[in-house]
């Protein structure tokens, strides 16, 4: 067609678009490639209580070991899933390679702690999550209780009512849902009333300069004190420092992430540092299985 000829053209034209074309191309099929020969990673960042220290849970991060690049972090290949549809299978692949992590976690012997899972809005948003989730947790006899989807603001911006069910069956499967990169959307804060959230963490944004910026202690202070008021627990996002640390905890934030405990870790060793703190026995809800 004229329009296939004119975009030939100006590719043959456009070395720099050609480039980029290609290397969007190139990255395509690794990428494909590496969720069917699982050439991915989940790693481990654990969420400590912000009083004791102790793990009380973990997030999983995806991390990609490219034959030539090494290990890619996930912001240089997520925006590309979601763009060519590999998110789905990507998500797939997440979500089975934790949930068989944990059940042979347990069939060890060793007492869970739950792990979060990131759902992009795309993911969240498909028609097929729930019934994937599900058919997951069944193949792998996983209790949805051992799992938390951390969302972001931007997927529950439109269509309340797939919203509205989406979580209410999250929530029939015992699983938690938490809001990740909270303060940085632009939605309303109606849906915190509107919606089921058992978690807010607060951005790392807010927390870098925490300590030497007053807004954004403001910011930081009244965002756990919402948080409490409506019920949820709240996360201390990118805590690196002890002066941050002590900063949350006076404004009583129940839990913290941050490289001041440690960056993101292979499963094995995320099992060392879990065998090395104290954890009390779960009891009832595995996110309120400790003491203040
Ligand atoms: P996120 O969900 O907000 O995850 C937290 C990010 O902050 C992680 O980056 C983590 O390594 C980093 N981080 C943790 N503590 C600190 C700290 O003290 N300082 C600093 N500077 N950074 C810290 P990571 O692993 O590169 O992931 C980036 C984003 O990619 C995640 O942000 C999440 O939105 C997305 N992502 C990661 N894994 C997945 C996945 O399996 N599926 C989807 N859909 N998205 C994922
Ligand atoms: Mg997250
Ligand atoms: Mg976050
Ligand atoms: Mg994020």
Redesign the pocket.
């Known amino acids: 067609s004229a329009k296939q000829k004119s975009i030939n053209r100006y590719e043959f034209f456009n070395p720099v678009m050609d480039i980029e074309a290609f290397k969007k191309f190139s990255l395509e099929k690794d990428l494909r490639k590496a969720i069917e020969e699982n050439h991915l990673e989940v790693?481990y960042?654990p969420r400590v209580c912000a009083k004791t220290g102790r793990i009380l849970s973990a997030?999983?991060?995806?991390r990609w070991n490219h034959s030539e690049w090494g290990m890619v972090?996930?912001?240089d290949f997520?925006p590309l899933a979601e763009e060519t549809g590999l998110?789905a299978p990507?998500?797939e692949w997440?979500e089975r390679a934790v949930c068989s992590q944990l059940k042979s976690w347990q069939e060890q012997g060793i007492s869970l702690v739950p792990i979060s899972?990131?759902?992009?809005a795309h993911?969240f948003l498909s028609k097929n999550f729930i019934s994937t989730i599900k058919k997951t947790l069944e193949q792998t006899q996983l209790e949805g209780k051992w799992l938390e989807m951390?969302i972001t603001e931007t997927s529950i911006l439109d269509n309340q009512e797939l919203v509205d069910s989406t979580i209410t069956e999250i929530k029939k499967l015992g699983i938690k849902i938490s809001l990740?990169?909270f303060g940085t959307g632009y939605s309303s804060l109606a849906y915190l009333t509107r919606f089921k959230v058992d978690v807010l963490k607060i951005d790392?944004s807010f927390i870098r300069d925490v300590t030497i910026n007053q807004a954004n202690a403001t910011v930081v202070k009244t965002i756990i004190h919402l948080a409490h008021g409506l019920g949820m627990r709240v996360v201390a996002?990118?805590?690196?420092t002890k002066e941050q640390l002590t900063f949350v905890k006076q404004q009583n934030c129940d839990e913290v992430?941050?490289?001041?405990f440690s960056?993101?870790i292979v499963f094995e060793d995320f099992l060392r540092l879990l065998a090395n703190r104290i954890i009390t026995p779960v009891k009832g809800s595995p996110l309120m299985g400790f003491e203040n």
């Open positions: 790693y960042q997030e999983a991060l995806v972090a996930p912001a997520i998110i990507l998500s997440v899972i990131n759902v992009s993911r951390e990740d990169d790392k996002e990118g805590v690196e992430q941050g490289y001041l960056k993101p």
